[in-house]
């Protein structure tokens, strides 16, 4: 048995009770680039203007990473939520309880990036709680949130070779020669087949004047920017 069909067995097994979403960005056209080329404007003026402050977090690709991880997990929150039975256990509001315990692939490049990575999951965990209670009649809380290694929690595994499997049949990634062709149909063929599944494309047009649209700094960086 070789390694991707031993993924597939254990992913089909597994996810016969969870979801999998896989999301990507096009990085061709002009769109990309104006949105990385912009980034990089941004983040030179800003290292001008404030030499000492550590801007790492707004250079595009980490920007691109974060927009896709919010996509991914908006999505799969959602789905997990339509797929459950409504709650039986009610808050004093009447809402459905749902908890989140969260595992998080501690291989984040940065002591700084880390950081920012935390305060964004506290500070837009909120804004998608109150989504839910809008839309489901769901009241969302965390129960716990880890950050962990692959050695420590195998199954982080499964979303590397979920996603490399994924992108590699829809021509985003080179097909390892050590996998063929038709092993990457039923694999993904398999996949598909538990109905558990989600992909998605991410907008292209991403755009720095909406990413800091609240933030004191967009007067500095678009002076004739409209408020």
Not at 159 to 167: K, N, Q, S
Not at 213 to 221: H, M, V
Request: glycine share 6%; hydrophobic share 40%.
């Amino acid at each position: 048995m070789t390694l991707i069909s031993a993924f597939v067995d254990v992913a089909g097994r597994i996810s016969r009770a969870t979801d999998g979403v896989v999301v990507r960005i096009n990085r061709s056209g002009s769109e990309w680039h104006h949105f990385w080329d912009e980034g990089k404007a941004v983040v030179e003026k800003l290292q001008r203007e404030f030499p000492r402050a550590g801007w790492q977090f707004l250079r595009p690709a980490m920007q691109a990473r974060l927009e896709c991880f919010a996509e991914c997990h908006a999505r799969l929150v959602a789905e997990v939520v339509r797929r459950v039975e409504r709650p039986r256990v009610l808050n004093q509001h009447g809402l459905g309880i749902v908890e989140l315990a969260t595992v998080f692939d501690s291989d984040i490049q940065g002591e700084e990036n880390l950081h920012l990575f935390q305060s964004i999951w506290e500070n837009e965990h909120p804004s998608f709680d109150r989504f839910l209670r809008a839309r489901w009649q769901y009241a969302l809380g965390t129960k716990s949130v880890r950050l962990s290694t692959e050695e420590k929690e195998p199954c982080l595994l499964l979303a590397d070779y979920l996603a490399g499997i994924v992108h590699t049949y829809r021509g985003s990634l080179p097909r390892p020669s050590k996998i063929t062709a038709q092993e990457l149909r039923s694999s993904v063929a398999a996949l598909e087949a538990t109905g558990r599944l989600i992909e998605c494309d991410m907008r292209s047009q991403l755009r720095y004047p909406e990413f800091m649209a609240t933030s004191p700094l967009r007067g500095l960086l678009w002076p004739d920017a409209s408020p």
